[in-house]
């Protein structure tokens, strides 16, 4: 007799007016939406987790495994969830975090001064509160799974995450604000808290939810921001030296300024510079990083003929558009592409006398992705030997920021003279924040250099590349912060499963379901990643790749449903054999085909071993004694496999491949014999 016959089903469960089935996509997609404005809303106040989103998204994988661990050992309904939420909320609204531009070995692109609470502490109690959040929804999507066959409430469960990732990013696309967000949190917990009319109930959602409502509105409203997919931009207008400037600001911290060109070749020598190291007038330019236009402007008033200006946020184009003085994207000559830097670079077949990377510094990183901002792929050696064959006849390539650091300058340049054959010009500006222009003709007669570099000083690293694309990252190690957060992250789960789910013997039958969990995160970091580098690195390629594998995931649920599929050990060597593929076909080769074609082989070389692992699961789930202790485990290991993918800090996005081979021998090793031969 299976568990489900054998338990019974909740008093308020059998009362609530929702049947099974919709309440099962329902809080699916809840808790699918909720852990994605999550990881957004966190991360624009609280710097720390501008980069390190990970960190909210393994308190979610926590709190979802805790959820379907806690069904069965509980008959209240988990009103705790939206109390936590409000908690929450107050405590990110009242202790804003910046931090210093170089902390721990971590390069950051943030404010001069700190404030907040230090990150060993937020992230912990982000992490925690997360968790408790996300344990609520979790609860109830575990609780509909007794009450249907195992691969049915798996199926159930997947098209809720999709309508989850659907609802998300149309908001995202709309730039609606937290506010919308926080009203869809309260109707959901309305629908699902409270299945019948208590007053106690009702004032258990009714008032938290209105609180958060309540704070994310006057939040909107004071801050007068605009959310961006990656971003809350506020802007201000002043006087700086006799000149309207309009400063503009990410996630609470100072970002661009909307200057006159007139006025920021007055105030900073940097912006003229790349002018002056070509050997002949620029006609034809391609900036990346237009922002708001000022660097636009730059390269009208010098003559530009033909200007394309790539942006990758459509709020901070719009924005430019709107309150710059010079109005530079009025201009006739002035083509806007909304995309990521690298991504066009690499489609499109347009030759530049001049291309400039005019201060692409990012804020945020690719959710679940370690360490992968939005601007990663574009200071790899690849993406500047992308630069130099869009190069006319005397061209030259540039790129200007204040580095901060003097090895940060000297491993670009290395990287530029990697891909260009010979030095090039370094022009440090002033050493208080290391602002520096560096720039390459595509011969060395083709640039006018002042000094000559002298070259990289020992210990410089050595030049990014597309597997390991860490610039800011000095040694190919995982820094502290990450090592002592991922530490307590660890030691805080432990011991929340024991109080949540009791003794760890309950889940020793489903070992091989954990390291599927972990296995899978690193098949997902990887599948991120590398579309990222593929398509780009914006929000819309980020959701598409992540509703990809859920529709991946759910194929292989209907197919595993529906027809005979091999034995485990069969499907386990297919899954092998896609991870081989995955390893042996390199970036270098997709990335020389055609776009439709790139396509085609980029989705079949990425989820063909996602498919096979998740035929595997389905496999494993459906024959599983307790199917939400079963499930539970393999979202912890999730959570483990978001903690493990900090290894391609040290061995790169592809031996994350190698890894999640590893565990999967291990869980074909750790699979019940019996199984084995069954199913």
């Avoid at 299945?195 to 008032?207: E, I």
């Avoid at 636009?296 to 008033?301: D, K, P, R, T």
């Avoid at 210990?459 to 694309?469: E, K, Q, S």
Wanted: some cysteine.
């Amino acid at each position: 007799m299976t568990l489900e016959a054998r338990k019974p089903v909740d008093d308020e469960e059998k009362a609530h007016w929702l049947a099974v089935r919709p309440r099962l996509i329902l809080a699916s997609a809840f808790m699918l939406f909720l852990e994605l404005a999550l990881i957004r809303w966190t991360g624009s106040n609280i710097v720390h987790l501008s980069y390190f989103t990970n960190f909210v998204l393994l308190g979610s994988f926590l709190g979802i495994g805790l959820g379907f661990l806690r069904v069965g050992r509980s008959r209240r309904q988990p009103y705790y969830s939206p109390v936590v939420l409000a908690i929450l909320v107050v405590v990110v609204l009242t202790f804003p975090v910046t931090v210093d531009r170089n902390t721990e070995g971590v390069l950051y692109w943030t404010s001069l001064s700190t404030s907040g609470p230090p990150a060993w502490l937020i992230l912990p109690v982000i992490f925690c509160a997360a968790a408790l959040v996300l344990m609520g929804p979790a609860e109830l999507v575990g609780r509909c799974f007794p009450e249907l066959p195992r691969l049915e409430a798996y199926r159930y469960d997947l098209i809720g995450s999709l309508t989850g990732i659907a609802a998300f990013t149309a908001l995202s696309f709309l730039s609606a604000p937290p506010v919308f967000w926080g009203l869809i949190a309260a109707i959901c917990y309305a629908l699902l808290l409270v299945p019948r009319p208590r007053a106690l109930y009702v004032g258990l959602v009714t008032v938290p939810s209105l609180a958060v409502v309540g704070l994310l509105l006057a939040e909107t409203l004071t801050a007068g921001a605009i959310w961006s997919p990656y971003y809350k931009v506020t802007f201000r207008q002043l006087q700086q030296l006799g000149v309207a400037v309009t400063d503009i600001a990410v996630n609470g911290i100072p970002h661009q300024q909307a200057v006159p060109a007139t006025a920021r070749l007055q105030w900073e020598r940097q912006y003229g510079l790349p002018y002056e190291r070509t050997t002949k007038p620029p006609k034809d330019v391609l900036i990346v990083g237009a922002g708001s236009g000022t660097d636009v402007a730059i390269a009208l008033s010098k003559g530009a003929a033909r200007v394309d200006a790539v942006e990758i946020d459509p709020k901070l184009r719009e924005l430019g558009g709107s309150v710059h003085p010079d109005r530079p994207y009025d201009d006739p000559r002035v083509t806007t592409h909304v995309t990521d830097g690298r991504a066009f670079l690499e489609r499109t077949g347009a030759k530049y006398d001049l291309i400039l990377f005019a201060l692409p510094d990012s804020l945020t990183l690719v959710s679940g992705a370690s360490s992968l901002r939005l601007e990663s792929y574009l200071f790899t050696e690849e993406a500047m030997q992308a630069a130099r064959e869009h190069l006319k006849p005397g061209g030259t390539f540039s790129m200007y920021n204040y580095y901060r650091e003097s090895w940060l300058v000297d491993r670009l340049a290395a990287t530029m003279q990697s891909a260009f054959g010979h030095k090039p010009c370094v022009d440090v500006v002033s050493t208080a924040g290391q602002q520096a222009v560096i720039t390459a003709g595509l011969s060395e007669a083709d640039q006018r250099c002042g000094t000559a570099w002298a070259g990289a000083a020992p210990g410089t690293p050595d030049p990014a590349d597309d597997d390991r694309p860490f610039l800011y990252l000095k040694d190919a190690t995982i820094p502290p912060i990450y090592i002592i957060t991922l530490g307590l992250i660890l030691i805080v789960s432990l011991l929340a499963v024991r109080v949540v789910a009791g003794p760890y013997d309950r889940m020793r039958p489903y070992a091989d379901l954990f390291l599927l969990g972990v296995a899978f995160m690193l098949l997902e970091t990887k599948s991120v990643t590398g579309f990222a580098l593929l398509f780009g690195t914006t929000w819309v390629v980020n959701a598409i790749v992540f509703a990809g594998v859920l529709v991946a995931v759910l194929a292989a649920v209907e197919v595993t449903r529906r027809f005979r599929t091999p034995p485990l050990p069969v499907m386990y060597g297919v899954l092998l054999a896609g991870l081989v593929l995955a390893w042996l076909v390199p970036n270098a080769w997709l990335l020389s085909l055609p776009l439709p074609l790139r396509a085609v082989a980029a989705v079949t070389v990425a989820f063909l071993p996602i498919f096979a692992a998740n035929i595997v699961f389905a496999k494993r789930f459906a024959d599983t004694a307790d199917a939400t202790t079963s499930f539970g485990a393999n979202l912890l290991g999730a959570m483990v496999g978001g903690c493990l993918e900090y290894a391609a800090l040290i061995i790169g996005y592809k031996g994350l491949l190698i890894v999640a081979a590893l565990l999967y021998i291990g869980a074909l090793v750790l699979l019940p014999r019996k199984k084995a031969a069954l199913v």
